[in-house]
Protein backbone atom coordinates (compact mmCIF):
# COMPACT_ATOMS: atom_id res chain seq x y z
CA UNK A 1 0.00 0.00 0.00
CA UNK A 2 2.51 2.45 0.62
CA UNK A 3 4.37 1.82 -1.95
CA UNK A 4 0.94 2.13 -4.23
CA UNK A 5 0.90 5.96 -2.76
CA UNK A 6 4.26 6.92 -3.61
CA UNK A 7 3.33 6.01 -6.67
CA UNK A 8 0.45 7.61 -6.85
CA UNK A 9 2.15 10.97 -5.66
CA UNK A 10 4.94 11.00 -8.03
CA UNK A 11 2.70 10.66 -11.00
CA UNK A 12 0.92 13.60 -10.25
CA UNK A 13 3.13 15.04 -12.57
CA UNK A 14 1.55 13.06 -15.44
CA UNK A 15 -1.86 14.99 -14.80
CA UNK A 16 0.45 18.23 -14.84
CA UNK A 17 1.83 17.15 -18.62
CA UNK A 18 -1.79 16.11 -19.94
CA UNK A 19 -2.41 19.86 -18.76
CA UNK A 20 0.16 21.29 -21.82
CA UNK A 21 2.15 22.57 -18.60
CA UNK A 22 5.77 20.59 -19.43
CA UNK A 23 7.72 19.75 -22.33
CA UNK A 24 10.32 18.04 -23.01
CA UNK A 25 13.23 20.62 -24.31
CA UNK A 26 15.58 20.12 -27.14
CA UNK A 27 15.54 20.14 -30.76
CA UNK A 28 14.31 16.82 -31.50
CA UNK A 29 10.71 17.51 -32.10
CA UNK A 30 11.60 18.55 -36.14
CA UNK A 31 9.64 16.30 -38.97
CA UNK A 32 11.59 13.45 -40.22
CA UNK A 33 9.17 12.34 -42.43
CA UNK A 34 11.64 10.78 -44.78
CA UNK A 35 13.65 8.68 -42.57
CA UNK A 36 13.46 5.17 -43.79
CA UNK A 37 14.11 3.30 -40.37
CA UNK A 38 11.58 3.97 -37.86
CA UNK A 39 10.84 3.03 -33.61
CA UNK A 40 8.30 1.06 -31.89
CA UNK A 41 8.14 1.29 -27.74
CA UNK A 42 6.11 0.36 -25.76
CA UNK A 43 6.23 0.74 -21.38
CA UNK A 44 4.04 -1.61 -18.78
CA UNK A 45 2.45 0.11 -15.81
CA UNK A 46 -0.14 -1.53 -13.40
CA UNK A 47 -1.37 -4.29 -15.55
CA UNK A 48 -1.16 -3.76 -18.90
CA UNK A 49 1.05 -2.22 -21.72
CA UNK A 50 0.58 1.10 -22.95
CA UNK A 51 -0.28 1.68 -26.76
CA UNK A 52 2.98 1.23 -28.90
CA UNK A 53 4.35 4.43 -30.10
CA UNK A 54 6.37 5.30 -33.12
CA UNK A 55 9.37 7.26 -33.09
CA UNK A 56 8.57 11.02 -31.42
CA UNK A 57 5.46 10.51 -29.84
CA UNK A 58 5.32 10.56 -25.72
CA UNK A 59 4.29 7.59 -23.89
CA UNK A 60 3.13 7.79 -20.49
CA UNK A 61 2.40 5.13 -17.73
CA UNK A 62 -1.15 3.95 -16.36
CA UNK A 63 -2.57 7.18 -14.56
CA UNK A 64 -1.16 6.61 -10.99
CA UNK A 65 1.08 3.72 -11.91
CA UNK A 66 4.77 4.21 -12.94
CA UNK A 67 6.30 2.23 -15.63
CA UNK A 68 8.17 -0.89 -14.62
CA UNK A 69 9.27 -2.35 -17.93
CA UNK A 70 9.88 -1.17 -21.30
CA UNK A 71 10.71 -2.60 -25.02
CA UNK A 72 11.57 -1.39 -28.01
CA UNK A 73 12.41 -2.44 -31.83
CA UNK A 74 13.22 -0.75 -35.30
CA UNK A 75 11.47 -0.73 -38.22
CA UNK A 76 12.75 -0.70 -41.91
CA UNK A 77 16.31 -1.40 -40.96
CA UNK A 78 17.90 -1.65 -44.54
CA UNK A 79 19.04 -5.05 -45.36
CA UNK A 80 23.02 -4.02 -45.75
CA UNK A 81 23.25 -2.16 -42.87
CA UNK A 82 24.38 -4.25 -39.41
CA UNK A 83 23.30 -3.62 -36.10
CA UNK A 84 20.26 -3.03 -33.73
CA UNK A 85 18.34 -0.73 -31.01
CA UNK A 86 19.52 -2.04 -27.25
CA UNK A 87 18.20 -0.43 -23.97
CA UNK A 88 18.77 -0.95 -20.55
CA UNK A 89 17.01 0.42 -17.47
CA UNK A 90 17.64 1.21 -13.80
CA UNK A 91 15.35 -1.08 -11.72
CA UNK A 92 14.14 0.49 -8.27
CA UNK A 93 16.52 -1.25 -5.80
CA UNK A 94 18.05 -3.32 -8.11
CA UNK A 95 19.93 -0.87 -10.46
CA UNK A 96 21.13 -1.49 -14.13
CA UNK A 97 19.63 -4.22 -15.35
CA UNK A 98 21.22 -6.19 -18.97
CA UNK A 99 20.95 -4.68 -22.19
CA UNK A 100 17.76 -5.58 -23.98
CA UNK A 101 17.42 -5.84 -27.59
CA UNK A 102 14.47 -6.16 -30.50
CA UNK A 103 11.44 -6.36 -28.58
CA UNK A 104 12.93 -8.43 -25.75
CA UNK A 105 11.42 -6.89 -22.18
CA UNK A 106 13.57 -5.20 -19.81
CA UNK A 107 12.10 -4.34 -16.48
CA UNK A 108 9.65 -6.06 -13.92
CA UNK A 109 6.37 -7.33 -14.68
CA UNK A 110 5.39 -9.37 -12.09
CA UNK A 111 7.47 -7.03 -8.77
CA UNK A 112 6.69 -4.13 -10.49
CA UNK A 113 9.34 -2.36 -9.60
CA UNK A 114 9.41 1.17 -11.11
CA UNK A 115 11.68 1.88 -13.68
CA UNK A 116 13.87 5.25 -12.86
CA UNK A 117 16.33 5.91 -15.26
CA UNK A 118 17.03 4.60 -19.49
CA UNK A 119 19.75 4.03 -21.63
CA UNK A 120 19.75 3.54 -25.09
CA UNK A 121 21.79 3.16 -28.04
CA UNK A 122 22.55 1.40 -31.70
CA UNK A 123 24.67 -0.84 -32.42
CA UNK A 124 26.70 -1.96 -35.53
CA UNK A 125 26.64 0.29 -38.76
CA UNK A 126 23.62 2.06 -37.75
CA UNK A 127 25.87 3.28 -34.95
CA UNK A 128 27.92 5.07 -37.39
CA UNK A 129 24.74 6.86 -39.17
CA UNK A 130 22.05 7.34 -36.94
CA UNK A 131 21.46 9.13 -33.60
CA UNK A 132 18.96 7.75 -30.89
CA UNK A 133 17.17 9.76 -28.64
CA UNK A 134 15.23 9.70 -25.54
CA UNK A 135 13.19 11.63 -23.25
CA UNK A 136 11.72 10.41 -19.25
CA UNK A 137 9.21 12.26 -17.20
CA UNK A 138 10.12 12.04 -14.16
CA UNK A 139 9.40 13.90 -11.06
CA UNK A 140 6.97 15.74 -12.69
CA UNK A 141 9.14 17.30 -15.44
CA UNK A 142 10.88 15.91 -18.98
CA UNK A 143 14.06 15.53 -18.92
CA UNK A 144 16.14 17.07 -22.01
CA UNK A 145 16.47 14.93 -25.12
CA UNK A 146 19.24 12.34 -24.28
CA UNK A 147 21.32 10.71 -26.82
CA UNK A 148 22.86 7.04 -27.80
CA UNK A 149 23.76 5.47 -24.44
CA UNK A 150 23.59 8.56 -22.25
CA UNK A 151 21.53 8.19 -18.86
CA UNK A 152 17.36 9.37 -19.00
CA UNK A 153 16.46 10.51 -15.69
CA UNK A 154 18.07 9.50 -12.12
CA UNK A 155 18.53 5.92 -10.69
CA UNK A 156 18.71 5.55 -6.70
CA UNK A 157 16.29 8.50 -6.25
CA UNK A 158 13.20 6.25 -5.35
CA UNK A 159 11.06 8.08 -8.04
CA UNK A 160 10.10 6.45 -11.21
CA UNK A 161 9.30 7.02 -14.68
CA UNK A 162 5.77 7.63 -15.82
CA UNK A 163 6.49 8.83 -19.39
CA UNK A 164 8.94 8.24 -22.03
CA UNK A 165 9.65 9.55 -25.95
CA UNK A 166 12.04 7.69 -28.32
CA UNK A 167 13.29 9.18 -31.47
CA UNK A 168 15.81 8.11 -34.21
CA UNK A 169 17.62 10.71 -36.29
CA UNK A 170 20.08 10.45 -39.06
CA UNK A 171 23.23 12.13 -38.62
CA UNK A 172 24.42 15.12 -40.40
CA UNK A 173 26.43 14.20 -43.20
CA UNK A 174 30.37 15.57 -42.21
CA UNK A 175 31.05 18.75 -44.61
CA UNK A 176 33.35 17.83 -47.10
CA UNK A 177 32.30 14.42 -47.62
CA UNK A 178 30.60 13.57 -50.74
CA UNK A 179 26.81 12.89 -49.44
CA UNK A 180 26.37 8.77 -49.62
CA UNK A 181 23.31 6.88 -48.63
CA UNK A 182 24.77 4.46 -46.36
CA UNK A 183 21.02 2.99 -46.28
CA UNK A 184 21.11 2.07 -50.66
CA UNK A 185 23.62 -0.08 -52.47
CA UNK A 186 27.25 0.83 -53.03
CA UNK A 187 29.59 -1.32 -55.50
CA UNK A 188 33.12 0.09 -56.72
CA UNK A 189 34.15 -0.29 -59.74
CA UNK A 190 37.62 -1.05 -60.39
CA UNK A 191 40.09 -0.76 -63.24
CA UNK A 192 43.56 -2.15 -63.68
CA UNK A 193 46.68 -2.03 -66.19
CA UNK A 194 46.05 1.34 -67.28
CA UNK A 195 46.31 4.32 -67.69
CA UNK A 196 45.32 4.05 -71.60
CA UNK A 197 44.32 7.46 -73.14
CA UNK A 198 41.33 7.23 -75.01
CA UNK A 199 40.08 3.82 -73.48
CA UNK A 200 40.25 5.18 -69.77
CA UNK A 201 39.04 8.78 -71.00
CA UNK A 202 35.80 7.36 -71.97
CA UNK A 203 35.55 5.78 -68.82
CA UNK A 204 35.87 8.68 -67.03
CA UNK A 205 33.86 10.85 -69.48
CA UNK A 206 30.59 8.05 -68.58
CA UNK A 207 31.52 7.99 -64.89
CA UNK A 208 31.28 11.94 -64.55
CA UNK A 209 27.89 11.94 -66.95
CA UNK A 210 26.35 9.41 -64.59
CA UNK A 211 27.70 10.79 -61.46
CA UNK A 212 29.46 8.22 -60.62
CA UNK A 213 33.34 6.79 -59.28
CA UNK A 214 35.72 3.98 -59.97
CA UNK A 215 39.22 3.08 -58.68
CA UNK A 216 42.01 3.04 -61.12
CA UNK A 217 44.94 0.65 -59.99
CA UNK A 218 47.51 2.01 -61.93
CA UNK A 219 51.01 0.53 -63.59
CA UNK A 220 53.60 3.41 -62.74
CA UNK A 221 55.58 3.15 -65.51
CA UNK A 222 52.58 3.80 -67.41
CA UNK A 223 51.56 7.08 -66.15
CA UNK A 224 54.22 9.19 -67.88
CA UNK A 225 54.04 9.93 -71.42
CA UNK A 226 50.81 10.43 -74.42
CA UNK A 227 47.66 11.21 -72.86
CA UNK A 228 48.24 9.34 -69.69
CA UNK A 229 49.09 11.98 -67.45
CA UNK A 230 46.26 13.99 -68.53
CA UNK A 231 43.76 11.02 -67.52
CA UNK A 232 45.59 10.56 -63.70
CA UNK A 233 44.86 14.42 -63.38
CA UNK A 234 41.28 14.13 -64.50
CA UNK A 235 40.66 10.95 -61.90
CA UNK A 236 41.81 13.10 -59.20
CA UNK A 237 39.62 16.09 -60.06
CA UNK A 238 36.47 14.08 -60.69
CA UNK A 239 37.23 12.46 -57.02
CA UNK A 240 38.33 8.88 -58.33
CA UNK A 241 40.43 7.14 -56.29
CA UNK A 242 43.80 6.49 -58.22
CA UNK A 243 45.39 2.91 -56.90
CA UNK A 244 48.75 1.23 -57.25
CA UNK A 245 49.69 -1.67 -59.43
CA UNK A 246 53.28 -1.73 -59.04
CA UNK A 247 55.39 0.09 -61.17
CA UNK A 248 56.21 -2.62 -63.80
CA UNK A 249 52.80 -4.81 -63.30
CA UNK A 250 55.21 -7.45 -61.03
CA UNK A 251 54.24 -10.56 -59.72
CA UNK A 252 54.92 -9.66 -55.96
CA UNK A 253 54.73 -13.47 -54.47
CA UNK A 254 58.42 -13.85 -56.74
CA UNK A 255 60.26 -10.78 -55.97
CA UNK A 256 61.73 -10.56 -52.22
CA UNK A 257 60.51 -8.28 -50.09
CA UNK A 258 62.55 -5.43 -50.62
CA UNK A 259 61.58 -5.11 -54.56
CA UNK A 260 57.71 -5.43 -53.41
CA UNK A 261 58.91 -2.32 -51.65
CA UNK A 262 60.44 -1.20 -54.62
CA UNK A 263 58.16 -1.66 -56.81
CA UNK A 264 55.04 0.05 -54.84
CA UNK A 265 57.04 3.07 -53.75
CA UNK A 266 58.07 3.67 -56.99
CA UNK A 267 54.58 3.81 -58.12
CA UNK A 268 53.10 5.65 -55.32
CA UNK A 269 56.07 8.16 -56.07
CA UNK A 270 54.60 8.34 -59.99
CA UNK A 271 51.11 8.58 -59.62
CA UNK A 272 51.58 11.29 -56.67
CA UNK A 273 53.94 13.26 -58.98
CA UNK A 274 51.31 12.90 -62.39
CA UNK A 275 47.89 13.41 -60.25
CA UNK A 276 48.77 15.08 -56.85
CA UNK A 277 47.44 12.39 -55.14
CA UNK A 278 49.31 9.62 -53.29
CA UNK A 279 47.51 6.05 -53.23
CA UNK A 280 45.93 4.10 -49.75
CA UNK A 281 45.60 0.88 -52.25
CA UNK A 282 47.37 -1.09 -53.79
CA UNK A 283 46.62 -4.60 -56.02
CA UNK A 284 48.75 -6.85 -56.51
CA UNK A 285 49.24 -7.92 -60.33
CA UNK A 286 47.10 -11.28 -60.97
CA UNK A 287 46.06 -11.08 -57.21
CA UNK A 288 49.32 -12.59 -56.21
CA UNK A 289 50.06 -12.08 -52.29
CA UNK A 290 51.32 -13.59 -49.85
CA UNK A 291 52.03 -12.70 -45.75
CA UNK A 292 54.89 -10.95 -46.71
CA UNK A 293 53.90 -8.73 -49.71
CA UNK A 294 50.44 -7.59 -47.15
CA UNK A 295 53.24 -6.34 -44.48
CA UNK A 296 55.33 -5.06 -47.19
CA UNK A 297 52.10 -2.98 -47.91
CA UNK A 298 50.98 -2.00 -43.98
CA UNK A 299 54.08 -0.97 -43.59
CA UNK A 300 53.82 1.77 -46.31
CA UNK A 301 50.48 2.44 -44.97
CA UNK A 302 48.51 0.64 -47.64
CA UNK A 303 45.41 -1.93 -47.71
CA UNK A 304 45.99 -4.36 -50.44
CA UNK A 305 42.40 -4.71 -52.47
CA UNK A 306 41.05 -7.78 -54.28
CA UNK A 307 37.56 -8.18 -55.84
CA UNK A 308 34.68 -10.44 -55.72
CA UNK A 309 33.14 -9.96 -59.58
CA UNK A 310 36.13 -10.88 -62.03
CA UNK A 311 34.54 -10.01 -65.39
CA UNK A 312 37.26 -11.77 -67.38
CA UNK A 313 37.67 -9.02 -70.11
CA UNK A 314 41.24 -9.26 -70.54
CA UNK A 315 40.49 -12.76 -71.67
CA UNK A 316 36.85 -12.49 -73.52
CA UNK A 317 37.29 -8.75 -74.77
CA UNK A 318 33.47 -9.27 -75.15
CA UNK A 319 31.63 -6.42 -74.67
CA UNK A 320 28.44 -8.49 -74.48
CA UNK A 321 30.16 -11.08 -71.66
CA UNK A 322 31.53 -8.25 -69.81
CA UNK A 323 28.58 -6.48 -69.44
CA UNK A 324 26.68 -9.72 -68.30
CA UNK A 325 29.44 -10.64 -65.95
CA UNK A 326 28.22 -7.65 -63.66
CA UNK A 327 24.81 -6.96 -64.10
CA UNK A 328 24.31 -10.64 -63.69
CA UNK A 329 26.00 -10.63 -60.12
CA UNK A 330 25.99 -7.41 -58.60
CA UNK A 331 25.12 -6.54 -54.89
CA UNK A 332 25.99 -3.94 -52.70
CA UNK A 333 29.59 -4.17 -51.43
CA UNK A 334 31.29 -5.74 -54.50
CA UNK A 335 34.45 -4.87 -56.02
CA UNK A 336 34.54 -5.39 -59.83
CA UNK A 337 37.62 -5.66 -61.40
CA UNK A 338 38.38 -4.74 -65.29
CA UNK A 339 41.32 -3.41 -67.09
CA UNK A 340 41.32 0.29 -69.09
CA UNK A 341 43.10 -1.35 -71.73
CA UNK A 342 40.43 -2.29 -74.26
CA UNK A 343 38.27 -0.94 -76.39
CA UNK A 344 35.50 -3.63 -75.36
CA UNK A 345 35.87 -2.97 -71.64
CA UNK A 346 34.87 1.02 -72.59
CA UNK A 347 32.52 -0.23 -74.39
CA UNK A 348 31.28 -2.34 -71.70
CA UNK A 349 32.08 0.19 -68.67
CA UNK A 350 29.50 3.13 -71.15
CA UNK A 351 26.54 0.63 -70.24
CA UNK A 352 27.50 -1.25 -66.61
CA UNK A 353 27.87 2.23 -65.49
CA UNK A 354 24.40 3.91 -66.52
CA UNK A 355 22.83 0.87 -66.12
CA UNK A 356 23.80 0.09 -62.63
CA UNK A 357 23.30 3.73 -61.37
CA UNK A 358 19.47 3.59 -62.86
CA UNK A 359 19.35 0.46 -60.57
CA UNK A 360 19.98 2.56 -57.60
CA UNK A 361 23.89 1.72 -57.06
CA UNK A 362 26.20 4.29 -55.56
CA UNK A 363 29.00 4.12 -57.49
CA UNK A 364 32.27 4.25 -54.91
CA UNK A 365 35.68 4.34 -54.31
CA UNK A 366 37.22 1.52 -52.72
CA UNK A 367 38.09 3.88 -50.21
CA UNK A 368 34.63 5.10 -49.69
CA UNK A 369 32.78 1.84 -50.20
CA UNK A 370 35.31 0.43 -47.01
CA UNK A 371 34.11 3.86 -45.08
CA UNK A 372 30.72 2.98 -45.08
CA UNK A 373 30.64 -1.08 -45.48
CA UNK A 374 33.21 -1.70 -41.97
CA UNK A 375 36.32 0.19 -42.22
CA UNK A 376 40.29 -1.61 -44.16
CA UNK A 377 42.92 -1.54 -41.97
CA UNK A 378 46.78 -1.35 -43.63
CA UNK A 379 48.42 -4.79 -44.09
CA UNK A 380 45.50 -6.30 -44.68
CA UNK A 381 43.51 -7.61 -47.96
CA UNK A 382 40.06 -7.25 -49.01
CA UNK A 383 37.77 -8.72 -51.71
CA UNK A 384 34.34 -6.92 -50.81
CA UNK A 385 33.04 -4.96 -48.53
CA UNK A 386 29.85 -6.72 -47.27
CA UNK A 387 29.71 -5.88 -43.83
CA UNK A 388 33.33 -5.67 -42.60
CA UNK A 389 35.00 -7.20 -45.55
CA UNK A 390 37.59 -10.03 -45.08
CA UNK A 391 40.96 -10.72 -43.53
ZN1 LIG B 1 47.22 -6.21 -63.83
Known amino acids: MKSFLKKLAA ?37 YWSVTNADIQLNFSAMGFYFTAFQADL ?34 IENQLPMEAVRMRLTGQLESYYDICYTVFQNGVWTPWITNGNDAGMGGTNVGICGI ?34 VTDRILQSLEANGGKATFFMVGNRVFGGANTASVQKMAQLGCEVGNHTFDHKTLTKIGSAEVRNQLLKANQTIAAAGGVSPVIMRPPGGAK ?46 VLMHDLYTTTADAAEVII ?3 TARGFQLVTVSELAAYRGGMAPGRSYSSFTGGGTA
Open 11 to 47: CAGTVLFLLGTAFPTGEILTSHADEPITISYSGFSGS
Open 75 to 108: QNIPANLSGSLEYQIYTEGLGWQNWAEKGTIAGT
Open 165 to 198: GVAIIKKPIPTGQRILDPSKPMIALTFDDGPNGA
Open 290 to 335: DASVLSVAGNLNMSTILWSIDTLDWKTRNKQKTIDAVLSRAKDGDI
Open 354 to 356: PAL
